[in-house]
């Protein structure tokens, strides 16, 4: 996010740890048999692994799935390979030629390097500026490419309420309404082969609306849905702390733990650490206070109260290793444990 800090905030107090946390104390190891999995998150460049591996290492996550560019991924897999997997996505620039065209030759290129996951941005904003909806008939063509190559997808459909409520309300004729989105995922949710997991990035882009995502994941048992996206947890998970603990217990089998974090030429290991240390206390503990990370979708003087939902053991044991070790291995891209 780019938004300045706000006045009142002292700068001795970065926008990542507005509330003076020491990250570097020890934390114990999740509570897990077998490795801790990132299963979303954009480790983007190969200079950037030493010091997110080291961050990753002191909270006790040991394997990633990550979103890079096609350029970074064969450095990144040649030296960290065991511990990393690739998600099949578009070139980040724009490109020269047909954006479809290019984006089926990565996928290829991402396939011959072991990846068995595409990921579709779909975004309102993304679909604003792309002129493609999930559902386009253009795209028909790609999803029969990667049913044949049997591999999983990822979408992020919807963004948080916020938004919704904010600069997309502002001009619906550009960007649609939540309804509409994910009408548009459905359309393409119901055709995907039933053997082929599928899954929604951020809590399905609705953590905002759980009776939602208890009705799409009743309606398709290949769904899974990531809890990645961390302010976005922090604020929407918090604010609604029972029924949402309610909701990863009844649906243990089908939510993976995924942090979206981000790596960065500026971003230092007390800054991939925030991000880390918030996801933690919020699955792990029933930690009450504030959040460390500012913000930017809601008024200083009215910053989030995490409110951590202290999963059981059984239920972390999933979260953490289970479903994604299941998800993997249904598409051939294990970790081989
Ligand atoms: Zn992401």
């Given amino acids: 996010m780019s938004e300045p800090l706000p006045a009142n905030q002292p700068a001795a107090f970065p926008e990542h740890n507005r509330t003076s946390i020491d990250f570097r104390v020890p934390m114990p190891r999740p509570k897990v048999v077998g490795p801790v999995i990132d299963f979303h998150c954009h480790l983007l460049a190969a200079h950037h ?8 290492k002191h909270f006790g996550i040991d394997q990633f799935v990550t979103m890079c560019p096609l350029e970074e991924a ?3 897999q040649r030296d960290w390979g065991d511990r990393l997997r690739f998600i099949a996505v578009p070139a980040w ?3 020269t030629g047909n954006w479809l065209d290019n984006f089926m030759n990565r996928l290829e290129m991402f396939y011959n390097l072991g990846s068995r996951i595409v990921k579709f941005h779909m975004a309102p904003q993304t679909i604003a500026s792309r002129g493609y909806r999930l559902d386009s008939p253009q795209l028909r063509p790609f999803f029969r490419e990667v049913a044949t190559r049997k591999m999983a ?3 992020h459909i919807g963004d948080p309420d916020t938004w919704y409520h904010g600069k997309y309300a502002a001009d619906v004729p550009k960007f649609g309404t939540r309804d509409e989105h994910y009408q548009m995922w459905e359309n393409v949710l119901a055709e995907h082969p039933k053997e082929l997991p599928w899954i929604g990035a951020h809590m399905g882009g609705n953590p905002e609306d759980l009776p939602r995502l208890q009705r799409l994941l009743d309606l398709y048992p290949n769904l899974y849905l990531d809890c ?18 309610e909701f990863f217990i009844r649906n243990a089998d089908r939510i993976i ?3 979206d974090q981000v790596s960065g030429d500026d971003r230092d290991l007390d800054f991939l650490a925030s991000r880390f240390w918030c996801h933690r206390k919020l699955w792990e503990t029933a930690y009450i206070g504030p959040s460390p990370i500012y913000d930017p979708d809601l008024p200083v003087d009215q910053q989030p109260v995490m409110h951590g939902l202290a999963l059981p053991d059984e239920v972390l044991q999933k979260l953490y290793h289970d479903n994604a070790v299941k998800v993997l291995d249904a598409v051939g891209m294990g970790f081989g444990f």
Avoid at 49 to 56: C, D, H, I, R, Y
Avoid at 228 to 243: D, L, Q
């Fill in 93 to 95: 620039r724009e490109v």
């Fill in 49 to 56: 692994a030493k010091g997110w591996f080291e961050s990753a």
């Fill in 153 to 155: 997808v990822m979408t």
């Fill in 228 to 245: 990645s996206a961390t302010r976005w947890m922090v604020r929407e998970i918090s604010k609604r702390r029972e029924s949402a603990r």
């Fill in 74 to 76: 064969m450095g990144l």
């Fill in 257 to 259: 733990f995924g942090s």
